[in-house]
């Protein structure tokens, strides 16, 4: 995928980084080009860049749709109030002759941008969803594994500060036990950076047979987790040499928690009125 040289990191960049991976060979010849030239894309018709790129219409408007957008007329005025200054990559390589100053500003640059992005693209119809089928659930199981299995801890603690009992578990075997035992009401969250871990994605399998509301926390928007939940939460953060385990994703997947939270406590009132 080439560096998108034209515009600042905003909501479009971001949602076409994120279902990257689950797109056709056709879909990422599209997406490089609005990445790395999306000042000449707003200027062309539908018919215009389906010849420049060399893929069909329908293939454009898929594109758009599979990111989020009603079609192509929706992401070029998208692009149009995007397209700024050439963005600059926001992870810079920490090296040896950096002092303390340094590494606290290019980590906390990333981090605050992390953020950003995933209020870009964090759909808050999604999100009240969310909120609104876990108050009417009889039961809440949390999964995820390695460090999302923490994520998963977080959450367990912060929804039971807002009065919701939940249960979390990361050994892949207990989570099939307790996903067999949903029901239609009941409500499971699956958190994985990728989208792809094998366990997470499984067990959120396990549970949406068992007719219970299934949620995924994920960074990737076309990932397998992504695609199997009913309910889906975007983050929006920015890959670094450091990989998935780098405090960035979590960083992001806490926020969208926090907020999944804050709405749960909106809706049951606890903050009361001024």
């Known amino acids: 995928m080439g560096p998108a040289q034209n515009f600042a990191s905003s909501g479009c960049q971001v949602r076409l980084e994120r279902a990257y991976d689950g797109l056709s060979l056709a879909e990422r010849r599209a997406a490089d080009y609005i990445l790395e030239h999306p000042s000449k894309v707003i200027h062309m018709s539908v018919t215009e860049f389906a010849e420049k790129v060399g893929v069909s219409e329908a293939t454009i408007v898929r594109l758009c749709q599979k990111v989020g957008f009603k079609g192509y007329h929706d992401l070029r005025l998208r692009l149009a109030g995007e397209v700024t200054v050439p963005r600059r990559n926001m992870y810079e390589t920490i090296t040896g002759a950096d002092n303390i100053q340094t590494v606290m500003e290019k980590a906390f640059a990333l981090y605050t941008q992390s953020l950003k992005d995933t209020l870009s693209i964090l759909d808050v119809r999604e999100m009240e969803r969310a909120v609104d089928s876990i108050l009417k659930a009889g039961k809440v199981q949390l999964y995820g594994a390695g460090g999302s299995g923490g994520i998963a801890s977080v959450a367990y603690e912060k929804l039971l500060r807002v009065g919701v009992f939940s249960s979390v578990c990361t050994d892949p075997h207990t989570q099939a ?11 499971a969250i699956g958190i994985s950076h990728s989208g792809a871990s094998l366990e997470t994605v499984n067990v959120i399998h396990l549970a949406k047979e068992t007719g219970a509301t299934t949620i995924g926390i994920t960074n990737q928007s076309q990932s397998p ?3 199997l939940v009913d ?6 953060a920015q890959e670094t040499p450091l990989g998935p385990e780098a405090g960035v994703s979590r960083i992001a997947q806490v926020a969208v928690v926090d907020v999944l ?4 406590a909106l809706k049951k009132d606890l903050y009361g009125h001024p």
């Not at 309910?231 to 929006?236: M, S, V, Y």
């Not at 939270?261 to 749960?264: M, S």
């Open 225 to 227: 987790l992504a695609k």
């Open 231 to 236: 309910i889906k939460l975007i983050t929006g």
């Open 177 to 187: 036990v307790l996903a067999n035992m949903l029901g239609p009401g009941d409500v």
């Open 261 to 264: 939270c804050l709405g749960i």
